[in-house]
């Protein structure tokens, strides 16, 4: 936004009036290196205009009396923006937020430039929160619920800036005038935001995650040698979320130091951190709060990896389909190992995903038979 409350003019490109006051369309550079490009009456600027302000955002309109009035565009200087309603200069009424990819990340209403009443979060993994922000304007509050991809199952309670601190299952429904509301499961366990250490995977972590438990299962895989596998319960689109992979994160220092049979259940979260389901937790017994890391590899998934945020485990990863799958099919994922020359990007692949490769290029090779 701009940089100073009170601009002072400092360049005039256009028709000034008797008094050398703009007056018509005109360019005003400030010196705070703030510009106005738009119409003036008798320095005022009354009609379409546009400022580009220091630091590269931008903001636009309809001005009376020197006033941003109505719809209003703001873009930050990221390519982020904010659709609002303008009353004197400040934003009151509804509003709606994209990121620079275009993504809905927000949509409520604001009342002298701060968030205000009922409001949705979007996540770009297809989760959002709704409910009604405090007068920060922050999602806190004891009726806020996050609702998980789908647009169904949710955890509804206790919210401090979006962040869950104890709520129950619910299920997001819309009633006869339109507003969502939640409708709490009876005798549902209480959910806490329980994000992961190095040494601790979860506080409850025999408590499943409700949304994945409606979508998969575990059991013995189809796959030859590959032990346990992780299937459809339902039968689902393309770009579903099917299943969460959490685990304690460590870093890729201590995976890449470490035998390769301890890391049979790993995956790169980020630059710094590996998610890592070590033994026992590889057994459901000892561990499901996430089922993710159930999914075997092929080298023709039916799933790939994705980031998630997670509202019990934070920023984690998830298994998405790549097609539609059908119930009781096993998903698989592309493990993605470094299979070809030293240097790559990839994580070093171990023998059992090179010998799979290799038979794999050969069945691939092979002629076919008429």
Known sequence: MDSDDE?????????????????GFCTVTYSSSDRFEGHFIHGEKNGKGKFFFFDGSALEGFYVDDALQGRGLYTDEDGAVLHGTYVDGELNGPAQECNAEGRLVFKGQYKDNSRCG????????????????NEDGEMTGDSVGYIYPGGHTALC??????????ARLATMITTESGRPRFEITPNSPVYSYDKSTSTCIAAHALLPDPY?????????SLIKGAGEGLFARTDADTDTVMAFYNGVR?????????DWALNGNTISLDEDT????????????????????????????????????????GPIK?????RAVQKD?????????????PGNNGPEAPDWYKQELKEFQQRRAAPTSL
Do not use: M
């Not at 099919?329 to 020359?341: I, R, S």
């Open 329 to 341: 099919e096993e998903l698989t994922v592309a493990y993605g190992y470094d299979h070809e020359t």
């Open 318 to 322: 998830c298994v998405r389909t790549l």
């Open 118 to 133: 009922e409001c949705w979060i979007y996540y770009p993994d297809g989760g959002c929160v709704f409910g009604k922000v």
């Open 212 to 220: 994945e438990s409606e979508r998969v299962f575990v059991a013995d």
């Open 274 to 313: 590996v998610i890592d389901v070590p033994q026992p937790c590889d057994q459901t017994e000892r561990y499901c709060a996430s089922l993710g890391h159930k999914a075997n590899h092929s080298f023709i998934p039916n799933c790939k990896y994705d980031a998630f945020v997670h509202p019990r485990f």
């Open 7 to 23: 601009n002072t003019e400092e360049v005039v490109e256009g028709p000034l009036d008797e008094d050398d006051q703009p007056h």
């Open 157 to 166: 309670g206790s919210f401090v800036d979006g962040d869950i601190i104890e």
């Open 250 to 258: 460590i870093t890729h220092s201590e995976v890449d130091s470490r």
